[in-house]
């Protein structure tokens, strides 16, 4: 019997974090299709891949894309990593207050500062476990894509200021370059 997958065993772990933790495919929710639907209206068609490429926590789910399917072990554990920061948000703040400040401040669109400070803070373990699983090197080359996450509509134009992200992405990967001499 061979070991279980890196991605297996983090799921092992926050099963027993989160004992009613599940593995739920977007297709199979209504609402996630009407999220998705309501994101295609709102970002005026910018965001039109919600079920098909991005996972979501919520109600303590983790509601995988179709892109979860064709996922290696190291891309699953990755994404677990940001996902499991998700869940632990969620527990600490309360669902009903996460919600409050994922959807409405400042604004929905274009500068909603709760959104971005949390999402930021599970990319920055997704820039972490980037590091350990491809190296620095492949962690530093997802400074353009994150930056694009929070400046275009993936999330509403959360954050409009791509140097405060760039600084905050470079601060992490300076951290990370400190951590390993």
Known sequence: MSAPLRH??????????FPHFAIVPKRSSDLQAAIGMLLS????????????????VMFGKLYVADAWNGMDDAARYILLRHEHVHLRQ?????????ALVYLVPIVPL??????ARIEWEAYVETIRSTAE?????????????IVRRFVGPDYGWMWPFPRTIR????????DLESQAC
């Open 167 to 174: 600084r905050w992405f470079r601060q992490v990967i300076a």
């Open 90 to 98: 969620a527990r600490r703040m309360g669902f009903a207050a996460m």
């Open 110 to 115: 274009g500068l909603a500062w709760g959104r």
């Open 8 to 17: 297996e065993r983090l799921l092992a772990e926050m099963r027993r974090e």
């Open 133 to 145: 699983v491809h190296g620095l090197a492949s962690a530093r080359a997802l400074e353009p894509e």
């Open 41 to 56: 209206i709102v970002t005026l068609g910018g965001q039109r891949t919600y079920v098909d490429r991005y996972h979501t």
